[in-house]
């Protein structure tokens, strides 16, 4: 699976748009990029997942560059409760189940 | 309600003690995963399996065993604890490949 690099922590404003990036610019054709989050010492929580295209639910937006060598995860209006570890995971849709998750970035939210 | 259950949430255990961490989910997904988390080091994957039977060693197996004798369980066993494996413990399920995991709510293991 390709390697991700995220940075390490970012801050935003209560209200604000979150913007993460992920960069994964060893991405193959097939690979899906997919992100999570982990509230304190909590279980990991899904938020989002695409393969090429723009992807939104109620919870965040996912933007895939063409070349599909990095992504932002976007937070449309965050609140403090967002405030957590945000993980971003490239992986295959076959082979094995290995997962690699990385230290993640810790997005802080502040009023 | 859809869940992965662990079990226990918390043990304070002592050296060379055998212990069994409980994972059950309700989903009737075919992939489980063990995942140990420590500070700095993010979630790590010890054992994984795909289906029934099937098991295979993730990122750090060595210490731990596991088990699949049916679908909607897999224990996590530690057969002689050592303090370096205090750590939180979570598992995760999934229907398929493409489909995203589902954590449970973790277990905090402490080994004196």
């Known amino acids: 699976d390709a390697k991700t690099t995220q940075p390490p922590s970012m801050d935003c404003a209560e209200g604000r748009a979150a913007n993460l990036p992920c960069n994964h610019s060893?991405?193959?054709?097939?690979?899906?990029v997919y992100w999570y989050r982990q509230i304190h010492s909590q279980g990991p929580q899904y938020i989002i997942h695409g393969l090429k295209n723009n992807e939104t639910n109620e919870m965040a937006s996912l933007i895939i560059t063409e070349d599909r060598k990095s992504s932002t995860l976007i937070l449309p209006h965050a609140t403090l409760r967002d405030t957590a570890v945000y993980y971003c995971i490239v992986r295959a849709p076959q082979g094995t189940d290995k997962l690699i998750f990385g230290t993640g970035t810790r997005l802080q939210v502040f009023p | 309600e859809a869940q992965v259950t662990q079990n226990p949430r918390y043990l304070i255990t002592v050296t060379g003690k055998k212990l069994t961490v409980t994972c059950s989910q309700n989903?009737?997904?075919?992939?489980m995963s063990w995942y140990r988390q420590d500070p700095g080091l993010g979630l790590r994957q010890i054992y994984y399996?795909?289906?029934?039977?099937?098991?295979d060693k993730g990122d750090v197996p060595e210490g731990y065993k596991v088990s699949r004798k049916e679908k909607r369980n897999f224990p996590l066993i530690l057969e002689s604890p050592s303090p370096n494996q205090t750590s939180l413990y979570f598992c995760?399920?999934?229907?398929?490949?493409?489909?995203?995991?589902?954590f449970g709510d973790g277990t905090r293991l402490s080994i004196l």
């Open positions: 995760a399920s999934r229907k398929s490949l493409i489909q995203p995991q589902h």
């Open positions: 060893t991405i193959s054709g097939n690979e899906y």
């Open positions: 399996s795909m289906n029934v039977e099937v098991t």
């Open positions: 989903m009737n997904h075919e992939y």
